[in-house]
Nanobody, 128 residues
Framework: QVQLTESGGGSVQTGDSLRLSCAAS????????MAWFRQAPGKEREFVAA????????YYTDSVKGRFTISKDNTKNTVYLSMNSLKPEDTAAYYC?????????????????????WGQGTQVTVSS
């Protein structure tokens, strides 16, 4: 079983950049595919990005394509979310999630309920 701890959130201005980190402990990151979700106040948790177990495939929600990059350093048991050109609509609590293998079903890959392991979240606030 893996434990996940996010860090790197903060308050920034529109157009700024942040890099979120999610450290995995209790098991190695190599054994897991990882994803980032976010949840804004009053809204459902939504998929942001995912990376496959061996880092061969990445997936993004349309609203972050070209601005966010997910990466995983298996030697450090850490997954990152590099966020550029941040917008106020990116404001949310960001959560790291893990699963042994990403689903081939798009619906399941985007669904928070598919992922058994979660971090506690880190807040990102983007002001205009």
């Amino acid at each position: 079983q893996v434990q996940l701890t996010e860090s790197g959130g903060g308050s920034v201005q529109t157009g700024d950049s942040l890099r979120l980190s999610c450290a995995a402990s209790g098991d190695t990151a190599t054994n897991y595919a990882m994803a980032w979700f976010r949840q804004a106040p009053g809204k459902e948790r939504e998929f942001v990005a995912a990376i496959s177990t061996l880092n061969t495939n990445t997936y993004y929600t349309d609203s972050v394509k070209g601005r966010f990059t997910i990466s995983k350093d298996n030697t450090k048991n850490t997954v990152y979310l590099s966020m550029n050109s941040l917008k106020p609509e990116d404001t949310a609590a960001y959560y790291c999630a893990a699963i042994d293998r990403l689903s081939t079903s798009l619906h399941r890959r985007l669904s928070p309920g598919t992922y058994p392991y979660w971090g506690q979240g880190t807040q990102v606030t983007v002001s205009s």
